[in-house]
């Protein structure tokens, strides 16, 4: 069992592939069981914040594309879109839980510059003094190499780092990291603890995900990495099964728990 005992701000991240159907319509009983989680963890006295991809897919489907926007007007201009939707249904459940919700958009500019950073971290710790619930997402409509290239695990990374987080937790599709793709291999064996990023898991991730998304297993040993680097444990974990954060902060072990050495100051 991990002792979780000193964990109190955790970043939870959810991917396309949980948020919405194949169809690009929201999955909103999946959404509402995922909120009922973080409310009930939030009312619980953990700081909990959502870092939340699905922009682009979700504005795709609202304005009838026939696939997922390939040009970069066309992924701002869904981003756009989406975002409000997304924002919309988040607000208003959370609200059924008497939690108030705030939109944080990001670029790596608003992370790496060390001023802007600091305001960044100094926005979060307000947010959550006030009992307010932030939903991150890359601010996509401005972005422009990081929508071509980067990845919402990457963004949770980030900010479990710069808001001080002490637990990350990613849900994806999957049960967590495999010694080989379960999809194509019904013997494949889930990798209950990590201790370090290997070549060899590099490996066995690949890197392709979901059509309506753009992270994979690949994107999520990154994360971990940029976690471990900062002693921030951090799980993978079915996104369809979202009581497991129930289990993670019990100290349980779920999913696949990349769990890093003694922790060096965070940044």
């Not at 955790?10 to 159907?21: A, P, R």
């Not at 069981?33 to 409310?39: E, N, Q």
């Not at 756009?80 to 959370?94: N, P, S």
């Not at 793709?181 to 201790?195: D, G, K, Q, S, T």
């Amino acid at each position: 069992m991990m002792n979780l005992s000193q964990v109190r701000r955790i970043v939870v991240k959810v991917g396309t592939s949980t948020l919405t159907y194949p169809t690009g319509k929201l999955n909103i009983r999946g959404i509402e069981r995922l909120v009922r989680c973080i409310a009930d963890l939030h009312n619980r006295g953990y700081d909990m914040m959502l870092v939340s991809s699905g922009a682009i897919g979700v504005g795709a489907s609202k304005l009838r594309l026939p696939e997922r926007p390939t040009t970069l007007r066309m992924k701002q201009a869904a981003a756009a879109v989406g975002q409000c939707e997304l924002m919309h249904v988040y607000d208003k459940i959370f609200a059924e839980y008497g939690i108030s919700t705030a939109q944080i958009l990001l670029t790596t500019d608003d992370t790496e510059d060390e001023r802007r950073r600091l305001n960044v971290h100094n926005t979060f710790d307000a947010l959550l003094e006030t009992g307010a619930l932030p939903i991150v997402n890359e601010n996509d409509t401005v972005a422009v190499e990081e929508i071509e290239f980067g990845d919402n695990d990457r963004l949770a990374a980030v900010v479990a780092r710069v808001s001080h987080a002490d637990l990350l937790v990613i849900l994806t599709d999957m049960d967590g990291l495999f010694d080989d793709n379960p999809r194509e291999n019904p013997e494949a064996r889930l990798i209950p603890v990590v201790h370090k990023i290997t070549d060899d898991l590099r490996g066995i991730a690949g890197g392709a995900g979901t059509e309506n998304g753009t992270g994979g297993m690949a994107t999520k040993l990154g994360a971990a990495e940029l976690c471990m680097e900062r002693g921030i444990p951090m799980f993978v974990i079915n996104g369809a099964k979202p009581e497991t954060l129930y289990e993670i902060t019990q100290g349980r072990l779920a999913g696949t728990l990349f769990l890093p050495p003694e922790a060096p100051d965070k940044d």
